[in-house]
């Protein structure tokens, strides 16, 4: 959560593009914040699209698809009488 946050503090609030994040979060790594999540979040904001040349993660819609899985959860639930939690 906090990466996330730290990423869009530095992209909204200052203005950072993917790249320079990935900057900021490799240097980050290097000091008492060492973590392979930083480590390897730092290499995902690095990471171009060949056909655009922009960065992948610009990329990535922040939306999710219903495949109807929490539907049958709970038509199942029902069905057996068992409640889900």
């Not at 990935?22 to 999540?37: H, M, Q």
């Not at 819609?61 to 709970?74: N, P, S, Y």
């Amino acid at each position: 959560q906090l990466i996330g946050e730290a990423y869009q503090l530095l992209r909204d609030g200052v203005g950072f593009s993917a790249s320079e994040i990935a900057d900021v979060f490799a240097e980050w790594n290097k000091g008492d914040l060492d973590s392979f999540l930083i480590e390897i979040t730092a290499g995902v904001l690095k990471q171009v699209d060949a056909k655009t040349g922009k960065p992948l993660v610009d990329l990535i819609l922040d939306e999710a698809e219903q495949k109807g899985t929490g539907r049958w959860t709970v038509k199942s639930a029902l069905d057996l009488g068992i409640p889900v939690t």
